[in-house]
């Protein structure tokens, strides 16, 4: 296969590349295309699927369309996290109030209600941004491993515009997760939490335990 024919989807999972009637002829008229998937995160292992088409010599362009059917499983599942962005934290007022007397220490609750209520808008916001998008990207950074793994079904997650959604409850926190199913064996996802005074996003990366 020709170098000029090979390279990366981009955000939008589409690949476009040149090719003259000629170079087609002298790379010995190719019907097949081959999808790579890494299967985990250091993109080491790879997943490969084949689709075949037939070039539209009356056409400026001909499209390869891979049908690419994933199934969740259960688990289990070791992940790593990355906090992407912390958007509001009561810790930073906590002195603050401890030595204020009654006037000031109600105008700081208010001050802290006022930007909980924007980080949680702020956060709103970029959940529907992302669930509408239907898929996440895990940025490179350094990601921490989890301690214990993961195990999807019990919270019943949902298919919804080509992610599955779910939500986590424990104590008085609650984290809603897009999660982005990359083959049979690696997910990415990204997560939304409110706990108590804080609010903040998490990138997930997850590999299914062999």
Do not use: H
Not at 94 to 115: H, T
Not at 148 to 154: E, H, S
């Amino acid at each position: 296969m020709k170098k000029l024919w090979r390279g990366f989807l981009n955000e939008d999972a589409i690949l476009d590349f040149d090719c003259t009637y000629a170079g087609y002829l002298d790379a010995g008229l190719p019907s097949k295309a081959t999808l790579f998937i890494p299967l985990d995160d250091e993109g080491e292992e790879f997943e490969e699927i084949t689709q075949s088409f037939k070039l539209n010599s009356n056409k400026k362009s001909t499209p390869v369309i891979f049908q690419i059917e994933k199934e969740l499983v259960d688990g289990p599942w070791e992940i790593s996290t990355y906090e992407s962005s912390e958007l509001y934290t009561f810790m930073e007022e906590i002195v603050s109030l401890a030595l204020a007397d009654a006037e000031e220490k109600k105008l700081a609750e208010e001050r802290n209600a006022a930007k909980k209520k924007s980080a949680i808008r702020v956060l709103e916001e970029e959940y529907k941004r992302s669930k509408k998008l239907g898929r996440v990207n895990a940025p490179s950074a350094k990601y921490e491993p989890g301690e214990d793994p993961l195990y999807l079904f019990q919270f019943n997650p949902e298919k919804e515009n080509g992610l599955y959604t779910f939500t986590i409850i424990e104590d008085d926190c609650e984290s809603r997760v897009l999660l982005d199913l990359k083959s049979e064996v690696y997910f990415e996802a990204k997560m939304f939490t409110i706990c108590k005074g804080f609010v903040w996003i998490d990138y997930i990366k997850g590999n299914l335990k062999k």
